[in-house]
């Protein structure tokens, strides 16, 4: 069997990687000219873990294990809740890993080979009885046996597919950044910080480096002049070490993005085409699930193309067994955005309270729809 991906991102690798393992042939293709990360620190849960491992992708999770206390905080530091990483992974089986992107993608590159043809942007796709073809908008084409969709929120396969799904902006931007920071000088402070309308992220990566994310509501397209004049004002009266992460973060290492998620597809499958991560299911990063569920996608998309001889039918089960779970993060996401990003005065309150109230075993059993899953 040969296979077309689209995209070469951390989902178009990894399906890679599945398909080589099952001995199928594999080309990707990627309409940036080189390779790229984009993006900052990428937080793997045990689901998406044990299947990197089962893939034998050891060499692309080697990032710095969160094995303290990631609690949730006030603007102040009070501590609302807190959830100890070393329950999660015993609970699971796996550890919570945080790496940055451009380092899971450079060990997928390493294992896969030069299957990936950059500069290849997908214009249509045609398919008929002897396979799918894919045309680019350089004048040239390919065929295989299926075509994967792995080209992001904005997919260009899915528009074709179904041309009336869209994104929708969450009513809040994020910013994120990576810079180096003695560990030690964030003490206890690890996990996230809520205030009204807007949060903060503390997460850590090897070599003495920090990944932070932030986000305020704010409309959609509506990128502030200055990134750091507006981080200050946002945070700049936080607890340590928010202020002092963001001065040290020069302004070109801020990178800035609205936060929307797809709403759940009818299909992701159309004949011998099949999308995948953000393409059929974009979600919120309020779960850290994002290339956690993508990673699981490749893992049973290379179950199931290796099992049955039929590519048709071996899609369609692909999407049986994968679109349930998805829907449910991206809907379970949202709702958590939500609460985060809460403004009213009385209800940042209520919601505060709340979250005292609740056992730290309890919140680790919240995470059981999703991280018990193994496949």
Known sequence: MKAIIIGGGVGGLTTALALQNNNIDVTVYEQSPTARADGAGLALWPNAVRALQQLGAHAAITGSYTGGVGSIHR??????????????EQRYGAPIIVVHREEIMRGLLAQIGGVVHYGKRIASYQQDADGIHALFADGTSASADVLIG??????????????????????????????????????????????????????????????????????????????????????????????????????????????????????????????????????????????????????????????????????????????????????????????????NPLLVALRDAFMRTIPDQLTARQFDFVLRKTY
């Open 75 to 88: 603007w102040d530091g009070t501590t609302i809740s807190a959830l100890d990483a070393r329950t999660i």
């Open 150 to 343: 792995a080209d992001g929120i904005r997919s260009a396969v899915r528009a074709q597919m179904n041309a009336d799904a869209q994104p929708v902006y969450q009513g809040y931007a994020a910013w994120r950044g990576v810079v180096p920071f003695a560990h030690a000088q964030v003490g206890s402070m690890w996990g996230e910080t809520w205030g009204r309308g807007a949060r903060f992220g503390i997460v850590p990566l090897s070599s003495e480096r920090l990944y932070w994310f932030a986000t305020a509501n704010r409309p959609a397209h509506t990128p502030p002049a200055n990134h750091k004049a507006e981080l200050r004002r946002l945070f700049g009266a936080w607890h340590a070490p928010i202020p002092a992460l963001l001065e040290a973060t020069p302004d070109a290492a801020v990178l800035y993005n609205d936060i929307g998620d797809l709403p759940p597809l009818s299909t992701w499958v159309d004949g011998r085409v099949a999308l995948l991560g953000d393409a059929a299911h974009a979600t919120t990063p309020n779960m850290g699930q994002g290339a956690c569920q993508t990673i699981e996608d490749a893992f049973v998309l290379g179950q199931v193309l290796t099992r049955r001889s039929d590519p048709i039918q071996a899609l369609k089960e692909y999407q049986a067994r994968r679109m349930p779970l998805a829907r449910q993060v991206v809907l379970r996401s949202r709702t958590i955005g939500r609460i985060g990003q809460l403004e």
